[in-house]
C-alpha cells in the first residue's frame, strides 16, 4: 500500500483561491474551499489504485472521517474509499512525529507527505512541500509518483519479479 499524508490547509486550499473567492464576491472566511487545480492534481495521483490517504491535517480534530469524506467528495475529489485514517494527535510533539507513530502502527510500502509546512523530523526526507498561496499544484503530484513508483520498482526487483 501507498500511503499519502495529506495536509489541507496550503495543500488542498490556498491563499490565492481565498483572494480570488473573496473578489468574485463569495467569500470563503474559513478557507474550506479547496482549489480546483489542486483537486484536479490530487485527482490524476489517485489513478493509482494502490494509494491511500492518511489526514495529517489539524482538520482531523474537528470533523470526523465521514463528514471529511463527504467534502472532499462535494469539493471534487474522488476520495470516498480512499481516505483511511488520520495521524495522531501528540500536540507538543512535530508533525513528523505523529505520522512516524502512524507508520511504526500500520503496514506500508512506501509514502509521501504534502505539507506546506517544514515540521517534519526524521521523516522530512519523504516532505513535498507546497506554497500556501498556491496549494498542491501537478509539480507536486508529478514528483510524488516518481516516488512511489519507484518503491515500487525496487520491491519488485528485490523479490524477482522483474
Ligand atoms: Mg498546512
Sequence with gaps: MKII?????????????????????????????????????????????????????????????????????KEGVEV??????????????????????????HSCDTFVIFDDDSDMGEVKKRLIKTDNRVGLTMKHVRRAKKWLDKANQDMKQAIGSE
Excluded at 510533539?93 to 507508520?103: M, S, T, V, Y
Design 80 to 105: 470516498a474509499d480512499r481516505i483511511i485514517g488520520y495521524t495522531p494527535n501528540f500536540p507538543r510533539e512535530k508533525r513528523g512525529a505523529e505520522i512516524q507513530h502512524w507508520l511504526a502502527s
Design 5 to 73: 499524508f495529506l495536509d489541507i490547509d496550503g495543500v488542498m486550499n490556498s491563499g490565492n483561491h481565498c483572494i480570488a473567492l473573496y473578489n468574485a464576491g463569495t467569500p470563503d472566511f474559513r478557507c474550506r474551499r479547496f482549489t480546483p487545480q489542486s483537486v484536479k492534481a490530487l485527482n490524476w495521483l489517485l489513478q493509482d489504485e494502490e494509494i491511500r490517504i492518511v489526514v495529517s491535517s489539524t482538520w482531523r480534530l474537528s470533523w470526523k472521517i465521514d463528514e471529511l469524506k463527504k467534502h472532499f467528495e
